[in-house]
């Protein structure tokens, strides 16, 4: 059976990333068919054609919608800024594709209910791009709860940081425009979520405050002009089974790079993990001699799955790119049997449905609950 | 001229600790006369007399306004139960006795009104038991901040977590009673904005999510009883020049044994701090070449004073009492000049009126200013 | 222009390893023509053939000197255990190959200077797959110590520890048989006299303490054999320059799982590493204020080269697998320009002559000179 | 009972340290009577009046031998440079006093030994200040080692470092002088060997590697002068039971301030320990599903006596100088009832026979054998 033929539309830093992901899926797992990347779409045809050559892929476009008529693309990754995945992933599934879209769905959440829509109208599957989920200490953390190694969950913290916008002088652009969406909060505060859907129950209620640490950002022509989203966001949430927690978010951190600081506390241990660390996790259990109790640093390792097809010893490290191997393949294994670990765009809706609630829980300066 | 009298009133946790503070003062300092460890009281006197001994105080007592009435006695340390604290330090004030008051100062508002009241009235000097502000590595955070070493503080988060109150099979204690206070909010919430208040401006307004892991706990005759305050909470903060920011509080935090982790985001840079490594403080700056920056971990040493007077050598490290004992030079200094690094009854005042419009949010579920 | 055409020998942990990076090098690198897959060898056809179709190559066989007559085969992967590589390597050279051989090159110093000699007579490039120098945290660091940045190293300090022999129970296996070579000695020893070469002067000479934790280990009838070779190691070093420094090895340290800590000390400061954190770098330089000064935790970033081809943000990580990916892609360079940061055959038997030296210093308790 | 009488020869660095103890430990530990600060010896007595006064003794002196004569002093603490031990504590005991002397004994091995005949003739205590040993995380590594907690022990690492002689430009000063001993072999060496001795079995050869990273300073008149004695030291060491390990020093480690790096290796487990985190102990034991072992930290809390003694809550915290009041504790148990946890002359004795095998073997290139 010949593997998934591919598009890719989109060749930045998600973009390389989806590519790199299909050319390495097959070896690593080794149970699936070898992708075959078919046709790549970029802004122009020159542009695509270099990407092409580069990422192996067989035919490139200066039109995306070149993609829909290819009769070998079963598949095909979205990688462009926010704004367009909706018109994209919509035009794919009425063409019959699968679809693989980078995270969030929309700034619009009419436009994401428009997708999840198209989804179920078209019979395709349709998943979102939340890769740190599929990082093997993640899992693991899942894991760990659900089979209550740490007794029941009471509370929970995530922080997400990096530095990118730290830089008071950096000129403005369009991550601070509104229409790029409210900023942090759906750039960062989908990660928080998407990792959370997968060990807790969903979220009830939200609050928030967020913040604007520079009111305004010099444009090109050395005139200030507002800053209309946010970079800092400080939410408090309740979940369906009455377990509260805080998500906190900076792109302003400086010093912080890809921070995703996890904190599950529950009633017999705690887990923490740090993004930044992505190959480690923090356990406490009360089991033991209290003398000798304290948080265990487990390293990751082929006991847990699949870091076991990437390297067979322990303490070797997965790297970010390899969390978008694992995602190809939980994305594959959804399209050939319906199974796979994956947001798709029913779950993702829900994570964009919080990010709305955050941004109206801040307007109005009240808990806002997700559904009535 | 001779020492400060010193009068103690319990002589438990925070009662050993004043003691042992009263004791080293003079040596550790070398500034200041040898306080004169006069009289101290307990519960009955053969506790008191069994105490003093063991901490070397001349006199004791079953009844601590003995200690009002003696003349030598110039300073009172009250490290009884927070309910005490009002009725004891009016009292002592009233004597004209300075006052050294373990935190907070009480449940009730009110009573912590009239105890700034009776400090103001006396002309003595009241001063509470703060003393993670005297860490030599929380002080070079302040000093930090003040400098503009990482700019203009635009946002934080604050977490403080132990885990006496994790198991839930722990019985009923007062602890988990209302009328000892809100529970971690007082217990704990107070660390946190008393170190804040060293550096940052006010608090503006609180938004609080208040939480209870378990609903109720088993009382000594085997029946369940409601847990009555909080073990867990979730707070928002803006302070009155914008920033904004998040305090996390836990009892119930398995693990976590002394937990203060301090982030500091600014314009130029970030600051972090845990008081579980108490010598350590984590500094993000912008300078340098962009490859070589990362967090420095600073080890505490005779550059941070006064840890140069305990240690002359960098990275041997401080401990918790080292910290009362620094909080004793400082009333002292207080004391004698009116000059010193503490929290006094009317800042005290300010924190737990912060404390109050926490649990007040909680009810109300709204953002509660704290003045108008 | 085409891709090298790739042949490979196993395809156990190092072979499905090189196999992932010819797979994903041109798709990272953009720079160099995507490798062809074209012949892979096995014990025998049945998992050759099996392999091939995971891994994506064209032809496969169960006899390795097929790939030697294959005029499209123009480089050679040899992944199979150290005792015959020799043979491969050189009967790859003969045949007009390149060839990428695991480490070390031989458990017999002799077949590895037979190695040297075919490599120099074929006018092949041939190298060794010494993937940590590849790590561009470790690259980061011999730019630190060439640029002067902590001045002039004066003595070092490397660990590299596993605990996969760290079984007092497990069974006596080929691991600890005398002809497998030293054990720990050549197993371990020969990454951190990898990594030291590309930073600091060569070893003169050197002293070794190995050790057995455990005598004997059963065997697979129940009876005890002794064991031949080493689980630990302690190393003393001097280099050419006066240098001083210590290697320490384990592959019986319960719990270390990837352990290469590294400690370089210099006239204006240190640096520190670890491979069980391989995205970090630890730097600390004497300048600023005393008061600020500490270690750095440097996290990979762009700005460490070829991080940027991984991913375009910092803190995100790269693991294992990508440092072979960046060590096939120095191969390429090498092969195409001559011109490549890779432990050649020249190179590599310079760290193995250290480790035979280690070895005869242990049976003679003396220090052994690498040369006269 | 009265506490016992104490005299104090130095009030520098260590001086002062056992001054606080000897101020503390009653209140501390409430088991002993308070000791009362009789007598104070500095070089002249203008400092000793006003170092008497801040230190809270009753009389001082300029001449040392006062004490001796002092009928009130019971014990004297002897904090003087390294080269006056042996004439002050011979002195002492030979007065009838019991003696609390710094560490080392003395740069000559010939001194130390007439400090210990001195001892014995005496019938008096005579105590060395090794208080890393107090620590409650040293102490609960040793339980552990004794426990069987990690097996049995097979291999070990110590590194100590500090950084004041880190600095090529500092001027020459007596710490590089060959009469003020060997460098950094006695100054630090002696501290990893008093630790070990508490968890393991004696030394029985040592291989040593010294190193000068400076051979020349500049001294106050701006000429040249040759370091005569070492800076970094690399050790091998034999115990008589056939463990095997290394000791590593440095008094030129940029960026090192306090560090004692422990690791112990055994058939079950390993430990961990870093003085710089003295409130620390890492460990790992293979107990538990593999998928959830990892090294545990440890914070030291009241399960560590006498941790309890100074705080009830764990995570709080001990310093350096708290350890010294536990030395204090034990000495005066070991005055008073002969059994405490102390090194005494004689235990002191064998750290000095190895620090001087060490200067041995260096010399001679070869093994030095402690005893024939």
Redesign the interface.
């Known amino acids: 059976m010949a593997g998934l033929g591919v598009g890719l539309i989109g060749t930045g830093?998600m973009g390389?990333?989806h590519?790199?992901a299909w050319?390495?899926v097959?070896?690593?797992f080794?149970d699936v068919e070898?992708p075959r990347l078919i046709h790549l779409a970029e802004w122009n045809r020159e542009l695509a054609d270099d990407q092409a050559h580069?990422?192996?892929f067989k035919r490139a476009t200066g039109n995306w919608r070149d993609l829909l008529l290819d009769p070998e693309v079963q598949v095909i990754s979205i990688t462009t800024p926010n704004a367009l995945h909706a018109e994209m992933a919509i035009a794919a599934l009425e063409a019959g594709k699968h679809v693989w879209c980078e995270k969030p769905m929309s700034p619009s959440f009419a436009d994401a209910e428009r997708m999840l829509a198209a989804a179920k109208a078209s019979g395709r599957k349709a998943v979102l791009g939340y890769n740190y989920i599929q990082n093997p200490m993640v899992r693991?953390m899942a894991k760990?709860v659900k089979s209550g190694?740490?007794?029941q969950v009471?509370?929970f913290?995530v922080?997400m940081d990096?530095d990118?916008m730290?830089?008071?002088n950096a000129p403005f652009s369009w991550r601070s425009e509104a229409k790029s969406g409210y900023g942090v909060v759906d750039d960062f505060g989908v990660h928080p979520l998407s990792i959370l859907s997968t060990m807790l129950e969903p979220v009830e209620a939200v609050?928030a405050?967020l913040?604007k640490?520079?009111a305004s950002r010099v444009t090109a022509d050395g005139t200030a002009r507002d800053v209309e989203n946010f970079d800092?966001a400080?939410v408090?949430l309740?979940l369906t089974d009455g377990v509260?927690?805080?998500i906190?978010l900076?792109r302003?951190?400086?010093?912080?790079?890809?921070?995703i600081a996890i904190?599950l506390?529950?009633?017999?241990?705690?887990i923490a993990y740090d993004q930044?660390?992505?190959?480690e996790?923090q356990?406490?259990?009360?089991s033991g001699?209290?003398?000798?109790?304290?948080?265990?640093?487990?390293?990751a390792?082929p006991?847990?799955p699949p870091y076991n097809l990437?390297?067979?010893?322990?303490?070797?490290?997965?790297?970010?790119?390899?969390l978008k191997a694992i995602e190809a393949h939980e994305l594959i294994r959804t399209i050939k049997s319906g199974q796979g670990h994956v947001i798709d765009f029913a779950k993702g809706l829900e994570i964009e449905r919080a990010i709305h609630a955050m941004a109206k829980s801040h307007s109005d300066?009240?808990?806002v609950r997700l559904r009535d």
Chains 1, 2, 3, 4 share one sequence.
């Open positions: 830093y390389k990333c590519a790199l050319n390495s097959a070896s690593i080794g070898r580069k990422l192996g693991h760990l190694a740490i007794g009471h509370s913290r922080e990096e990118f730290a830089d008071a609050f405050d913040g640490p520079y800092v400080h408090l309740r509260s927690g805080a906190q900076s302003a951190a400086w010093g912080r790079k890809g921070r904190q506390f529950g009633s017999d241990g705690t930044e660390r992505m190959n996790l356990l406490f259990t009360r001699k209290p003398a000798d109790q304290g948080f265990r640093t487990i390293l390792g006991d847990h990437f390297v067979p010893a322990a303490g070797h490290g997965l790297g970010f790119n390899d300066g009240r808990w």
